[in-house]
């Protein structure tokens, strides 16, 4: 019986180390925000730095003050190809998420890297970043004037 439970033990124990190491956020993300509920909240007029690893996706949540064009800047750190898209965060909360607005930035340095789109003053709207892999250099997503 003994036996039973420390191979048990010992299985459940290497069975969690494999898994949280596979679903490890990248190094440099703090907080964390791999998924619309750990986004991180950028309040209108601010941005935030980041970092995008393999296969990484980043969440930013945002309430705009008023309703009307809302503006969004995406400076990716490289020439490769970066896309950000809108959600409402209602339609996320309860299960669904067709995005609103998306930009896909390629070759940042020469293309218009920002967008704009219709929201509702005081509604939440989640924005996930999602590209090519870069730990040497941060992006910056801001929600800029409406």
């Known amino acids: 019986m003994k036996k039973g439970f420390k191979a048990l033990l ?17 190094p440099y993300e703090n907080p964390v925000n791999d998924f619309y509920f750990q986004a991180q909240t950028v309040s209108p007029g601010t941005g935030a730095w980041g ?12 309430t705009p003050y008023f309703s009307g064009q809302q ?13 950000v898209l809108i959600f409402e965060a ?12 998306s930009k896909t930035i ?9 967008f704009s789109f219709n929201v509702q003053g005081g509604k939440s709207y989640y924005a ?3 590209g090519s892999a870069n730990l040497s250099r941060q992006y910056v997503f801001a929600v800029i004037g409406q």
């Not at 010992?10 to 990248?26: G, R």
């Not at 970092?51 to 945002?62: N, V």
């Not at 503006?71 to 896309?83: K, M």
């Not at 390629?106 to 218009?112: D, E, I, K, L, P």
């Open 51 to 62: 970092y995008l690893s393999s296969g990484d996706t980043d969440w930013y949540k945002f």
């Open 71 to 83: 503006r969004i800047l995406f400076h990716p750190p490289d020439d490769q190809v970066y896309n």
């Open 128 to 130: 996930l970043v999602s």
């Open 106 to 114: 390629v070759n940042g340095s020469t293309s218009t890297n920002e």
């Open 90 to 101: 209602s339609t996320m909360e309860s299960g669904g998420g067709t995005a609103i607005a």
């Open 10 to 26: 010992v299985t459940t124990i290497l069975s969690l180390t494999v898994a949280s190491s596979v679903f490890a956020a990248d």
